[in-house]
């Protein structure tokens, strides 16, 4: 990734952002695995000192988890994309015959593949990146300097939602984690949750639907709730769910 | 309802990168900012929580 020395905080995040979740972006990038790389770290960069009394230098990346994770994202989420273009280039060059091409893209949804769309919604696409950020759990401070700090145990897992919420709130809307009570108690769940419970791509990508919302006050899942019922009973529900 | 063969019908390359998820923030939209305002009350507030002993 390409970031000049002079760059402001908010251009880096912007960029670093991108370069995880912005599919026009990273399908167009052949050095996508080192980019998503420096994109995490400049990311925990910019995280640690807002978060808490340490610095850039008190963190510890474990490299091999680190590239795990951004290959077990990359494949979930843009996978289908990566095969389409494939599929796309081959029917060009004259590889394959055009309706070969659409009638292996047809039967791709017919597979158990969690995400089997080639352009997901961004709430799948960080709920995928939260659950490999979790499993993994590359980022964390080092024990010399963190030892017999409480919160320490839970700096990826901040971490992991800050990007997440960040990019969300990136692509418009808000992200509305309640009441103040409510919103402190969601908090500490997800950060527990993150660390020390098996999570699953459809549970977060629930949550993170029931948190964002766009800037035309709906969420991706659903209307308002006094338009919820007649949503409900005229919902025409797609062959395809899954984007 | 539209038929089958209309829903299914694949996506181009092209198609995907400009297609709109059915929400409203297009991939690689350039003029949308950080909202560096969020990023650091969220990360403030982390930083401010006090885990009680029985979350663990």
């Known amino acids: 990734m390409d970031i000049t020395l002079t760059e402001s905080p908010d251009g880096i995040m912007a960029k670093s952002l991108d370069a995880l979740f912005d599919s026009s972006k990273i399908l167009a990038n052949p050095d996508w695995q080192e980019d998503m790389q420096s994109a995490l770290e400049n990311l925990a960069g910019l995280y640690v000192p807002k978060v808490s009394n340490f610095t850039p230098l008190d963190l510890e990346f474990d490299w091999h988890a680190m590239r795990r994770l951004i290959g077990r994202f990359h494949r979930e989420v843009y996978g289908v994309a990566v095969l389409y273009r494939t599929l796309d280039e081959m029917a060009k060059q004259g590889g394959l015959d055009s309706t070969a091409a659409n009638n292996i893209k047809d039967g791709i949804s017919t597979l158990g593949i969690r995400i089997n769309s080639p352009a997901p919604l961004m709430t799948r696409r960080v709920a995928a990146f939260s659950l490999w950020m979790a499993t993994f759990r590359p980022v964390r401070l080092k024990w010399s300097v963190s030892k017999g700090d409480k919160r320490a145990p839970f700096f990826c897992a901040g971490l992991n939602f800050w990007i997440a919420t960040n990019w969300l709130r990136r692509c418009g809307g808000t992200v509305n984690l309640g009441t103040k009570a409510d919103y402190q108690k969601r908090l500490e769940r997800v950060l527990h949750d993150f660390t020390y419970r098996e999570i699953n791509l459809s549970s977060l990508e629930f949550f993170y639907c029931g948190i964002f919302q766009t800037a035309e006050g709906k969420s991706e899942i659903a209307g308002p709730l006094d338009s919820f019922a007649s949503e409900l009973a005229g919902l025409v529900l797609p062959v395809h769910p899954a984007q | ?56």
Not at chain 2, 6 to 12: I, L
Not at chain 2, 14 to 31: F, L
């Open chain 2, 1 to 56: 309802m539209p038929a089958l063969d209309e829903v299914a019908a694949p996506f181009s390359m092209e198609e995907i990168s400009q297609r709109v998820n059915h929400t409203s923030y297009p991939d690689g939209e350039e003029e949308r900012q950080v909202d560096m305002e969020f990023a650091d009350a969220l990360a403030a507030d982390i930083g401010a929580l006090e885990f009680a002993e029985n979350c663990e």
